[in-house]
């Protein structure tokens, strides 16, 4: 909360010594008094004390010098801020020729309250100790269990800076103390000692690993760029994608008996393959007969005793093939649910499978003919992942938003244990949304738990899921009053006209229902842009009730973000992965290539439009900031202080648009007050870096709220709420 400090409520200066010139005065002095006073968190340095002199010959600036305490941050400067040189500066001189009075405003980032649970990613078990298990935590890095998962302790030495980005896990099979950990976008991390302290031995993404079990020097990771492999345990790596025409993989599997054949997955692509390597990823060739190929590949798991059945999770359903993948076929009779996230072979019964899924956690016990839910009483119907004790496969974990279930009896009953995990982290907040006309309401989309809404500026949640049945809320929320849209990553979009008490699914037309960006066009509400995983845009004209595709002129429909102009909504931007940015002026009519002049890197993630110059945009790519003056038709690298990052959110201040914001995944929240010419760190009480979602106060931009995987914070103090007679700070 910001206090004016009463007690430097009137400083002045009264020599001539402490103007920044010294040239002697020979026309009358006139004297100004200057008010100074500061917010909580930091003060302000000042020549003296008494009244400030003026005269034309020697000039009338001071300086002024604000100093942050510990875990604050200097803002801006308020008040009378047309006298000071610069605003934005901690230290900067003011013209004193009136009476003015200033204020030093000092903030940090502030975590709200939430619907705590962190969101549980991987689960690893140690092979020759199955009571040491580590799970990687979205939002909370690596942690580490002595004791069967009953408590757990935080080991991020050496990948602090990247935790709150770490996925998947991996142990060596023949020294358990090494184990590997890759990360969103930040590389992989190995560890000599069972996780006292880690090394970075890859940059780049690493988003799921197998070792080989016979030689575990030789290594697989895939991504978004293919598949690599090391031979000396990861200090070299070589891309091995011979045969793969599409590098966007995200599951790799090793045949336990035959250590050649390796298997990895598409996901996130229009076209998922299933690709075969039976020389160690030398070559590989496609192993897709049956399977989906509109499916996203998530998993992939080999029958340990037969190697010719393989079992592939996807976000259509489980298939199964009983020829070495060589054809499949859908094996999930008895689901509700056919988004796949997770499955695992019993090693010891390999008729028994389970498998983690969008609406629970599903078992087997006829090698995938029929399935049955086994998650009864969990307190979600989110399941990421599953593993078994090798030892005693009876033994279960399933890792859910808040924690990990165990069961000792093949799923027959669960106990809930999370004690020492990251539970200041809340589920993965991927939108946020406040609305216009009551900025104490703020809903949020979260990528685990549906959606959640605030009455009380962030001071208390409640969900709001009545006839939304998917909970992972990827693609955004947005509000035409009285309409309410929710973007979900599985069911399409839902509308609610009674503030999220209930919701309609508005899916029709839709012929993927994984969205990742909602736009609506700001003259005529009716008509909104969809961007769909890996199935280009959709556009609606009527509120929703109908949507049609409008790809024509994409090379390939892997869009990422869509962009209206605000002054003329007939021309819109849309990013392409890989193929750079391409531009529309008949609402999405056609599309024709900007050209990409100067645009060096076409990993295309976000886009963002000067609200007052709609000529210039603003490109978010996975190493950095472009920005074009001209609709587009050039581009320049605007980075400076920001290089390398991967950059998630750009936020343009609608009251001042030389004021930026940039959300990174693994660098935290960056700000520019020159339009991007330069940016710096904005972090200072922002626990988690990976930032999915950055929104301004629509009525004080001055305002920031963060959506990360560990929670939302605020930049800024809002005004009080009062709930039944008592204030409260939010």
């Known amino acids: 909360m910001k206090r004016k400090l009463t007690a430097v409520a009137s400083i002045t200066v009264l020599i001539c010594v402490v103007l920044v010139n010294s040239i002697a005065c020979t026309t009358p002095v006139t004297e100004y008094v200057l008010t100074i006073s500061s917010t909580e968190g930091g003060s302000v340095t000042t020549p003296g004390e008494g009244k400030y002199p003026y005269c034309e010959e020697q000039g009338d600036r001071v300086k002024l010098v604000a100093t942050p305490d510990a875990g604050y941050q200097f803002n801006r400067w308020t008040g009378d801020v047309g006298t000071i040189a610069d605003v934005y500066a901690a230290e900067t001189t003011i013209t004193v020729n009136g009476d003015y009075s200033i204020t030093a405003e000092f903030d940090k980032w502030v975590k709200l309250s939430g619907p705590y649970g962190a969101y549980n990613v991987c689960l690893a078990i140690d092979p020759s100790n199955p009571q040491i298990i580590y799970a990687t935590i979205d939002g909370g890095g690596v942690y580490k269990s002595y004791d069967g998962g009953k408590m757990w302790i935080e080991i991020n030495d050496g990948i602090t800076e990247y935790a709150a980005c770490a996925r998947g896990v991996a142990i060596n099979p023949h020294n358990s103390q090494i184990v590997y950990v890759g990360t969103w976008d930040k590389g992989l991390f190995r560890t000599y000692n069972g996780g006292v302290n880690w090394q970075r031995v890859r940059g780049d993404r690493a988003w799921g690993i197998a070792i080989n079990p016979v030689n575990p020097q030789i290594i697989y990771i895939v991504a978004g760029k293919g598949v690599f492999m090391t031979t000396d345990g990861g200090d070299t790596w070589n891309p091995k994608n011979n045969g793969i025409t599409n590098l966007r993989l995200g599951s790799v599997a090793i045949d336990p008996n035959n250590p050649d054949v390796v298997y990895v997955g598409n996901w996130l692509s229009p076209d998922n393959?299933?690709?075969?390597?039976?020389?160690?990823?030398?070559?590989?060739?496609?192993?897709?007969?049956?399977?989906?190929?509109?499916?996203?590949?998530?998993?992939?798991?080999?029958?340990?005793?037969?190697?010719?059945?393989?079992?592939?999770?996807?976000?259509?359903?489980?298939?199964?093939?009983?020829?070495?993948?060589?054809?499949?076929?859908?094996?999930?009779?008895?689901?509700?649910?056919?988004?796949?996230?997770?499955?695992?072979?019993?090693?010891?019964?390999?008729?028994?499978?389970?498998?983690?899924?969008?609406?629970?956690?599903?078992?087997?016990?006829?090698?995938?003919?029929?399935?049955?839910?086994?998650?009864?009483?969990?307190?979600?119907?989110?399941?990421?992942?599953?593993?078994?004790?090798?030892?005693?496969?009876?033994?279960?974990?399933?890792?859910?938003?808040?924690?990990?279930?165990?069961?000792?009896?093949?799923?027959?009953?669960?106990?809930?244990?999370?004690?020492?995990?990251?539970?200041?982290?809340?589920?993965?907040?991927?939108?946020?949304?406040?609305?216009?006309?009551?900025?104490?309401?703020?809903?949020?989309?979260?990528?685990?738990?549906?959606?959640?809404?605030?009455?009380?500026?962030?001071?208390?949640?409640?969900?709001?899921?009545?006839?939304?049945?998917?909970?992972?809320?990827?693609?955004?929320?947005?509000?035409?009053?009285?309409?309410?849209?929710?973007?979900?990553?599985?069911?399409?979009?839902?509308?609610?006209?009674?503030?999220?008490?209930?919701?309609?699914?508005?899916?029709?037309?839709?012929?993927?229902?994984?969205?990742?960006?909602?736009?609506?066009?700001?003259?005529?509400?009716?008509?909104?842009?969809?961007?769909?995983?890996?199935?280009?845009?959709?556009?609606?004209?009527?509120?929703?009730?109908?949507?049609?595709?409008?790809?024509?002129?994409?090379?390939?429909?892997?869009?990422?973000?869509?962009?209206?102009?605000?002054?003329?909504?007939?021309?819109?931007y849309a990013g392409i992965w890989d193929y750079g940015i391409y531009k529309s002026t008949d609402a999405g009519g056609s599309w024709v290539s900007t050209g990409n002049d100067g645009l060096s890197d076409l990993t295309l993630l976000s886009l963002e439009i000067d609200p007052c110059d709609p000529e210039r945009v603003y490109a978010g790519t996975c190493s950095g900031i472009f920005m074009s003056t001209d609709g587009g038709e050039h581009w320049v690298y605007s980075s400076n202080g920001i290089e390398g990052l991967v950059i998630q959110e750009i936020v343009v201040d609608p009251s001042n648009p030389h004021i930026i914001y940039a959300g990174t995944h693994g660098g935290g929240v960056f700000k520019s007050i020159d339009g991007g010419g330069s940016w710096r760190a904005w972090n200072e009480g922002l626990s988690n870096m990976c930032i999915d979602a950055l929104v301004l106060d629509p009525q004080d931009p001055s305002i920031v709220y963060a959506g990360t995987g560990g929670g939302v914070f605020r930049w800024g103090q809002p005004p009080c709420v009062t709930v039944g007679g008592i204030v409260e700070l939010p």
Not at 363 to 372: E, I, P, Q, V
Not at 387 to 401: E, K, R, T
């Open 273 to 572: 393959w299933l690709y075969k390597s039976i020389n160690g990823g030398e070559s590989w060739s496609v192993s897709s007969d049956g399977l989906d190929s509109t499916a996203g590949i998530t998993s992939i798991a080999i029958d340990p005793q037969n190697s010719s059945i393989i079992y592939v999770g996807t976000d259509a359903g489980l298939f199964k093939s009983v020829d070495g993948g060589n054809s499949s076929y859908l094996s999930s009779n008895g689901m509700t649910n056919q988004y796949v996230r997770d499955v695992r072979v019993d090693p010891n019964t390999p008729d028994i499978l389970y498998a983690a899924t969008w609406c629970g956690l599903f078992k087997s016990l006829d090698a995938g003919g029929t399935w049955s839910l086994i998650s009864q009483g969990f307190h979600t119907n989110i399941v990421k992942t599953v593993v078994l004790d090798p030892n005693d496969s009876q033994i279960v974990y399933a890792g859910v938003p808040g924690g990990i279930y165990i069961s000792s009896n093949g799923g027959e009953s669960w106990s809930f244990n999370n004690d020492g995990l990251a539970l200041d982290s809340s589920v993965s907040w991927r939108s946020l949304l406040i609305d216009p006309t009551n900025t104490q309401i703020i809903y949020v989309g979260t990528y685990g738990g549906g959606v959640f809404k605030t009455i009380q500026g962030g001071h208390c949640w409640f969900p709001i899921n009545s006839g939304i049945d998917c909970a992972w809320v990827n693609g955004g929320l947005c509000m035409e009053s009285p309409a309410l849209y929710v973007a979900t990553d599985g069911g399409g979009i839902y509308k609610s006209t009674d503030g999220g008490e209930n919701w309609v699914q508005k899916s029709d037309g839709l012929t993927q229902k994984v969205i990742q960006r909602i736009r609506v066009d700001p003259s005529n509400h009716e008509i909104m842009y969809i961007v769909t995983n890996a199935a280009g845009v959709f556009k609606t004209t009527n509120g929703g009730d109908g949507w049609f595709p409008i790809n024509n002129g994409f090379p390939f429909p892997d869009v990422t973000d869509v962009i209206v102009n605000p002054l003329d909504p007939s021309i819109l």
